[in-house]
């Protein structure tokens, strides 16, 4: 009943009938070898008319892990997860759906692989919730593909699966600077004084996001003219202070005679339909909507097209919302509460009714029927339904974005965070986490949601910083902001009418830290940077589970700590009033920088195991590998806004250790072409003093700006040794 096949170095796939294609992997498969098989070992499978359960006896030591962004923990086992995108924005932990669906797991046990079911609608994992012992997969169709990777390794699991679906696309380097955004920063003059106070406070920042309310009545790719006056000198101005400004762009377009983007897609038949084949309206912002067919081509490459008059004025740089897609609801549900409301209409008394009455009322509201109601014209198919292929919508739309963004400048990276998701958006775009709550909890969710995001391709990646819904203390934003200062996106988001959390909203002393943390992210940006190359290059996870680097029984159980690249482990604190927090070291001794900005906090030496490390609010729990380096730069106000001309080499060196600065141009695909140079760095111990080397990979394109080297080298006792090279061309 299936059809199997091998590829790659160590995968199966299992095809079920004759699934449609999602595009979530790049390797071609139409030249494969299958033979017809009836078993997907190791599962039990049971297949019944409506679709195929796969199950599998876990023991108690089994962990799973992946599943990209979802609640849970680190360690999926005792919940079940429904991966159908939804529009959810209050993430509390029963909550079984997101924004993305990334059907892919890693089994930890006697025997270890991987499992990827391309499947674009509701799956269930069912994680040893129903039954604590059992794995189900359940796919409610005969038709899709299932991915087996046969494999005791993590990052050989993650690796094959990457070269399966793809490397991921590599934002701009101011990319890894520090962003605000607010829902919403409405007119230009709010954003000039959001500017100007980055720039006053001396607190660098790179981008200033445009919400909604930039638009004139919610009509996507239009800008309010009076709250915006000469918006295009206006992103001049900005652009030449530093500040990139990232619009938001929905997928849904008001039904508007005379509006270019709906005439223009109605005329195209770009929409999707409804079951009469007339263009399916929902409401969301804008009132009446109708939403693009971003599953056809050729709609998508109208979309992308879409973009040419914000490119044209000089904005690479968007999010993309809203595309799972969310549908606040349509006529019909609002019919169905008018007829609710005519009900209950002059009655004083509903007896027991209102038990039943009362959820029948919000029925309509975001209404998962509705993804039943709409259709998608495929070429050579007959139109297929919307829920059916629901989670690829968002991927669609995002990819449509950046196509089209990559065909008006060739040669110019965009910057493209989606809000939806699937296995495969990573080549063309980044994510955030979406609407989480300013609570304490939510650290800890966004520590294990980066962490599994990453093994599903997503290395760029991050949430709201300070937390989107409801008020946030200065505390709680302090924390986060040490934590996101350690995730690729760095971006504080809150919203309307929620307490503003910029880092000036609080007192004096939040901002003094706040600026200190964001100057030592900076200060990290040629770090983060390199190995962020690197991991793309390699194939393994930026943001790195501790597992995954230092296998073991104790590394499996560590959720709220990770590696930030190849170097460096973060333990950032994460509860209220807590000042320090337990942390694990494996193998090796660790080198602890309590950090609270780039030139502060004590370092010493850790011996690996268990430790409780104090962290007063302005402190982060940083630890460098033993013979691991990190370097430092000096901080900018923006990327790119200075040569970098000297680096600072820390870290712990008991035998010898070396890290290689990659040099890019930051912002063109010219480092796909091999235009990057180099800076390696070495150091070896001897007996009383270390042995540091140089060498210098140049391409006269990019020439490395770097002429000095400061070395701060701590040895096994904790002996600090300062020394510098200079750095010439010769060496
Ligand atoms: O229904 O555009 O997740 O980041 O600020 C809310 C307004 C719509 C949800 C996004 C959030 C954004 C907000 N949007």
């Not at 934002?171 to 959001?194: E, H, L, N, T």
């Not at 740089?317 to 969310?326: G, I, L, Q, V």
């Not at 020394?723 to 010769?730: D, G, P």
């Amino acid at each position: 009943m299936f059809k199997s096949a091998t590829l790659l170095n160590f995968t199966t796939i299992f095809r079920a009938g004759d699934p449609l294609q999602t595009d979530a992997v790049v390797h071609p498969l139409d030249k494969l070898l299958f033979q017809e098989v009836s078993k997907i070992p190791p599962f039990e499978v049971i297949r019944d008319d409506d679709g195929v359960t796969l199950s599998l006896q876990m023991k108690p030591q089994d962990r799973i892990f992946g599943l990209g962004e979802n609640l849970g923990g680190l360690n999926k086992r005792g919940k079940a997860y429904r991966l159908y995108a939804k529009d959810e924005s209050s993430h509390t932990p029963e909550k079984s759906s997101l924004y993305g669906s990334h059907p892919f797991c890693m089994i930890d046990g006697e025997s270890s692989f991987g499992i990827f079911v391309d499947y674009p609608s509701e799956i269930v994992f069912d994680v040893g919730f129903s039954r604590s012992d059992l794995l189900s997969i359940r796919i409610p169709s005969h038709n899709f593909d299932l991915y087996i990777f046969q494999n005791e390794k993590s990052t050989e699991i993650v690796r094959e699966f990457l070269r399966l679906t793809g490397a991921p696309y590599v934002p701009p380097k101011w990319a890894f600077g520090f962003q605000q955004c607010r829902y919403s920063y409405p007119d230009a003059s709010s954003i000039r004084s959001v500017a100007e106070n980055f720039r006053k406070n001396d607190i660098p920042c790179d981008a200033i996001y445009m919400d909604i309310d930039y638009m004139q009545d919610y009509k996507i790719f239009t800008v309010d003219q009076k709250a915006f006056p000469r918006f295009e000198s206006f992103v001049k101005e900005m652009g030449e202070q530093g500040f990139k400004l990232v619009p938001i762009i929905d997928p849904g377009v008001k039904v508007e005679e005379g509006y270019s983007v709906y005439e223009d897609g109605k005329k195209k038949g770009f929409f999707c339909v409804d079951k009469d084949g007339k263009e399916f309206v929902g409401s969301v912002w804008p009132g009446s909507t109708h939403f693009p067919d971003f599953l056809n081509p050729d709609c998508r490459l109208w979309w992308g097209n879409l973009y040419k008059d914000l490119v044209k004025i000089g904005i690479n740089s968007y999010w993309n919302d809203m595309n799972e897609p969310a549908i606040f609801f349509t006529p019909a549900g609002l019919k169905e509460l008018a007829d609710q409301l005519e009900y209950v209409a002059g009655k004083e008394d509903l007896g027991k009714d209102p038990v039943d009455f009362l959820p029948k009322l919000w029925r309509w509201w975001h209404s998962e029927d509705t993804y039943k109601q709409f259709y998608h014209k495929l070429p050579q198919r007959s139109p297929v339904c919307h829920h059916d292929v629901h989670n690829l919508y968002g991927f669609n739309m995002a990819r449509a974005s950046a196509e089209g963004l990559r065909r008006l400048s060739p040669n110019e990276r965009y910057f493209m965070l989606s809000r939806s998701s699937y296995i495969g958006l990573h080549r063309y775009a980044v994510v955030w986490t979406g609407d989480n709550h300013s609570w304490w909890e939510h650290l800890l969710v966004h520590m294990r949601m980066i962490q599994s995001l990453n093994m599903a391709g997503f290395f760029y990646c991050g949430s709201d910083v300070g937390g989107f819904n409801a008020d946030a203390s200065s505390e709680l934003v302090v924390r986060w902001m040490q934590l996101g200062a350690f995730t690729p996106l760095f971006r504080n988001h809150s919203t309307k009418g929620s307490r503003q959390q910029e880092p000036w909203a609080f007192d004096d002393e939040a901002l003094s830290i706040m600026r200190e943390v964001i100057k030592l992210r900076y200060a990290m940006i040629p770090y983060a940077y390199s190995e962020f190359l690197r991991a793309v290059q390699k194939l393994t996870p930026f943001i790195s589970p501790l597992f995954m680097k230092f296998p073991s029984e104790r590394t499996k159980q560590c959720e709220d700590q990770f590696m930030f690249g190849d170097s460096l482990m973060v333990a950032p604190v994460h509860a209220v009033n807590a000042t320090g927090r337990y942390v694990h070291l494996p193998a090796g001794t660790w080198l602890h920088w309590k950090a609270s900005g780039p030139n502060s906090g004590d370092r010493k030496v850790l011996a690996a195991g268990d430790h409780y490390v104090s962290a007063e609010l302005s402190e982060i729990p940083l630890f460098i590998a033993e013979n691991k380096l990190i370097v430092l730069s000096k901080p900018q106000n923006y990327v790119g806004e200075e040569q970098i001309e000297s680096l600072t080499v820390m870290g712990l060196v008991t035998d010898c250790a070396s890290f290689t600065v990659i040099f890019d141009d930051g912002h063109s695909f010219d480092y796909e072409k091999g235009i990057v140079s180099t800076l390696e760095i070495e150091i070896a111990k001897q007996s009383s003093s270390y042995d540091a080397r140089v060498k210098i990979n140049q391409n006269p394109g990019v020439p490395v700006t770097v002429k000095k080297l400061h070395f701060e080298i701590y040895d096994q006792q904790g002996k600090v040794s300062k020394f510098e090279r200079e750095v010439n061309l010769a060496q």
